[in-house]
T-cell receptor
């Protein structure tokens, strides 16, 4: 079954508004990574979170790792048309077969001008 | 640095045909991975390699074989293609298993 769940799967966001995408795991993660894939492109690494409760910012993007290290979120403020794409989280856990990175199904974001 | 490259970019196969997808990286990475991406399914790991001469099965290995004869190359083979293998295939590499994965541009495969 799916080891890392992402919600929502799809989002339509008005340009200028904020949105959040969530990533949840049933097991404690050793770390979590976020990737962005533009339409027709390939996944590109955004950030890695390792510590419980960690918060990292990249300009308009804020990434959080939950206190229990079972969930994470990506919050984008003042959405721009360049934010369109699919955002993937990928979690690593010793319980995920040889400690492999398990990708969520992604959150596809459409930006409405 | 070219990073991670994949050939071919696009291929159409008939059921039963075979082909090999080539992935090359020039970053001296130990770890290499093959994923497939299908609509609504995210990225699923097919096979991976933790170093030259090693390979291991991922989440969806059936119908695929791999080889890592040189550190910089990771080949994915389909011996007898099936329509269910129609997908976009991404190769990725990383210096260490816990670090960033760098993805190639992908290969779109259509099996008729």
């Amino acid at each position: 079954g799916q080891q890392v769940m992402q919600i929502p799967q799809y989002q339509h966001v008005q340009e200028g508004e904020d949105f959040t995408t969530y990533c949840n795991s049933s097991t404690t993660l050793s770390n979590i990574q976020w990737y962005k894939q533009r339409p027709g492109g390939h996944p590109v690494f955004l950030i890695q979170l390792v510590k419980s409760g960690e918060v990292k910012k990249q300009k308009r993007l804020t990434f959080q790792f939950g206190e229990a290290k079972k969930n994470s979120s990506l919050h984008i403020t003042a959405t721009q048309t360049t934010d369109v794409g699919t955002y993937f989280c990928a979690g690593r856990s010793p319980l995920y077969g040889n400690n492999r990175l398990a990708f969520g199904k992604g959150n596809q974001v459409v930006v409405i001008p | 640095n070219a990073g991670v490259t994949q050939t071919p970019k696009f291929r159409v196969l008939k059921t039963g045909q075979s082909m090999t997808l080539l992935c090359a990286q020039d970053m001296n990475h130990e770890y290499m991975y093959w994923y497939r991406q299908d609509p609504g399914m995210g990225l699923r790991l097919i096979h991976y390699s933790v170093g030259e001469g090693t390979t291991a099965k991922g989440e969806v290995p059936d119908g695929y074989n791999v080889s890592r004869l040189k550190k910089q190359n990771f080949l994915l083979g389909l011996e007898s293609a099936a329509p269910s293998q129609t997908s976009v295939y991404f190769c990725a590499s990383s210096y260490e298993d816990s670090e960033t994965q760098y993805f190639g541009p992908g290969t779109r495969l259509l099996v008729l």
